[in-house]
């Protein structure tokens, strides 16, 4: 009973700290750790029910979050160029940052590996340089930064809920261009800078939305345990019958409906749960704020460790977090030179 009220007072607390405006919300950058740590080990070769968990719930924390981050007052009265220059420098500059860097490191290594600028070594940079442009996220069309499509997809769908919420009946809106993106993952064809999948991501995003305006009424005791009770048997179903291939990138949903099911409450649940447990650990702040270089860079940290003949999964996740976490910390004081990589 204690515990129970405990937990009813830590939420109140919360309430009061949403109310706040000046308070920063650090539960969102232990949240965005724990999604990116999620990523990396999604990106570690593992298979099995491993795969099938993460690939169902570590991108859908950096969705939803980035909706119950969204201003939609400050938005609706901003114009469409203001916040098309904002969405251009906030996501489309760092991904052309990072396809650079990583263009260069692949190019200077297949330069030895094909023995100079042979027909195979220009026809791959080629082909490199239109995955780039095209924002086709495979380690096929991409040099070792397949991750950063995830810029172009909710650069997307930022661009597109900004005029639905323009729109009288955004929400009926929204159902529709979902239903469109889940049509388009019928087919084998991928739309240049992952458009079909940012049809699927606007619903993710405004379900962030959703929590941040009714963000009082989820804190308490029985949402929070019926959230608990709902994702954990679908995930479980996920697990067993293994049925749910999840891929963004690929806009592959084998069962959307069991995708919601369990994204969306864990979501839910894993944000109420560090909201009111006040996690205050300045080194998974840092990984939390830092994100967007850590998973624009994984490939090529996974890259040099497979060169290195590091080969075992989970080698391949705690080396290549480790290597994240220390590039994070180098550049953390030093904003010039974090400008260069992102």
Known sequence: ???????????????????????RLDWIDIARAIGIMEVYLGHSFFEGSTKYILHMIDLPIFFILSGFLWNVQKYQEMGFVPFLKKEIKRLIVPYFKIAAWCFLICGIVNYFVYDGFTSTFIRGQLKYLAGILY?????????????????????????ILFLVLKKQRPVLSIIILVFCGWLLSQSNFKLPW??????????????????????NSFNNITIYLLLFMLFIPFMAISIIFQNNAVDFDGNR?????????????????LSLTLSYLKINVRGVIIVGQNTLFLMGYNYIFNYLLRSLGVLNPMIIFLLSMTMGILSVIVLENNHKVKNIFI
């Open 194 to 215: 992952n458009i079909d999948t940012a049809l699927i991501v606007l619903s993710y995003l405004y379900v962030g939305i959703f929590l941040r305006k009714y963000w």
């Open 1 to 23: 009973m204690m515990q129970v009220n405990w937990l009813v007072l830590s939420m109140r607390s919360v309430v009061y700290d949403m109310k706040n405006e000046t308070n």
């Open 253 to 269: 949903y084998d069962n959307i409906c069991l995708l919601y099911l369990v994204s969306i409450p864990f979501v839910y649940f």
């Open 135 to 159: 924002s086709r996220g495979t380690m096929e069309w991409m040099p070792q930064c397949s991750p950063i499509w995830f810029l172009t997809c909710l650069f997307c769908s930022d661009i």
